[in-house]
């Protein structure tokens, strides 16, 4: 039993994690979204199953395989993406990776938009999408431990603890998604751990070892 909690800190948890970029629809060929790969996301919930969670991958469309003995979930849209992460809870753990769109159409349409000959292209109204991690981080069946990433291409602790406040979370794994780290869609990450204990830097590392590293961190957190 001492051996088997050493190695599976997290057995008899359970963990919910968003991967991915959202798609959100303009008509039914086109879409809204970003350079996510889900490369983190799934990382990170199969470190978390390692550990022993049952773990809960909520993903939206990406090309990598569906992790190890973990539950995925497909979605599209950010709205699906919430409704799918919230029927999860009561978890003991969220970790929200996901590039959500921030924006959606705001009425998309059945049928394919034509080009109108003469006129001008039509043009997009957005509205907000829902925001998932605020969502979970003051649920009334809020998780144990509430983590949350920040992309951001400047002034990354700053906007990292704002989101931290704002967000409700436990934890903030920050990264600077500027075109030349090659972070957003690449294999490598370099991060910051942002809590109320302080701001933590890692070195530049495989997108694996940083999930690996925050698993233990989790595990330690929930001890
Ligand atoms: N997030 C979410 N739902 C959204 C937007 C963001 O769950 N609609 C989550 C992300 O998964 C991430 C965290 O919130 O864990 C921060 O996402 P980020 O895009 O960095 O922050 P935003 O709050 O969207 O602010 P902005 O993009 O304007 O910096
Ligand atoms: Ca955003």
Same mark, same amino acid.
């Given at each position: 039993a001492i051996?088997?909690?050493t190695l599976?800190?997290?057995?008899?948890?359970?963990?919910?994690v968003?991967?991915?970029p959202?798609?959100?629809?303009i008509?039914?060929v086109r879409?809204?979204?970003?350079?996510?790969?889900?490369r983190?996301?799934?990382?990170i919930a199969?470190?978390?199953?390692?550990?022993?969670?049952?773990?809960?991958?909520?993903?939206g469309?990406v090309t990598?395989?569906?992790p190890p003995?973990?539950t995925?979930?497909h979605v599209?849209?950010?709205?699906?993406?919430?409704?799918?992460?919230t029927?999860?809870?009561p978890?003991d753990? *969220?970790?929200?990776v996901?590039a959500v %769109? &921030?924006?959606r =159409?705001a009425s998309? @349409?059945?049928?394919?938009?034509?080009k109108?000959?003469?006129?001008a292209?039509?043009?997009l109204?957005?509205?907000?999408?829902?925001d998932?991690?605020k969502?979970?981080g003051?649920?009334?069946?809020?998780?144990?431990?509430v983590?949350g990433?920040?992309?951001?291409?400047?002034?990354?602790?700053?906007?990292?603890? *704002?989101?931290?406040?704002?967000?409700? %979370? &436990?934890?903030? =794994?920050?990264?600077? @998604?500027s075109?030349g780290?090659?972070?957003m869609?690449?294999?490598r990450?370099?991060v910051k751990?942002?809590?109320?204990?302080g701001?933590?830097?890692?070195?530049?590392?495989?997108?694996?070892?940083v999930?690996?590293r925050?698993a233990?961190?989790?595990?330690?957190?929930?001890?």
């Amino acid at each position: 039993a001492i051996l088997g909690e050493t190695l599976k800190p997290l057995a008899g948890r359970t963990a919910v994690v968003t991967s991915g970029p959202t798609h959100e629809p303009i008509d039914p060929v086109r879409y809204i979204a970003n350079r996510s790969s889900g490369r983190q996301g799934h990382a990170i919930a199969a470190a978390l199953a390692r550990l022993g969670a049952d773990v809960t991958l909520v993903s939206g469309p990406v090309t990598i395989p569906d992790p190890p003995g973990v539950t995925t979930v497909h979605v599209e849209t950010a709205q699906q993406m919430l409704d799918a992460a919230t029927s999860r809870l009561p978890a003991d753990i *969220a970790v929200m990776v996901a590039a959500v %769109a &921030d924006w959606r =159409v705001a009425s998309s @349409v059945g049928q394919k938009i034509k080009k109108q000959p003469g006129e001008a292209p039509p043009p997009l109204m957005l509205t907000e999408n829902p925001d998932i991690l605020k969502t979970v981080g003051h649920h009334e069946k809020r998780p144990t431990l509430v983590v949350g990433f920040a992309a951001e291409t400047q002034d990354v602790e700053n906007n990292g603890r *704002a989101k931290l406040a704002r967000k409700g %979370a &436990d934890m903030i =794994v920050a990264n600077d @998604v500027s075109p030349g780290t090659g972070i957003m869609g690449g294999t490598r990450n370099r991060v910051k751990i942002i809590s109320a204990a302080g701001v933590e830097e890692w070195p530049d590392l495989d997108k694996s070892e940083v999930a690996i590293r925050l698993a233990d961190l989790i595990a330690a957190k929930l001890g």
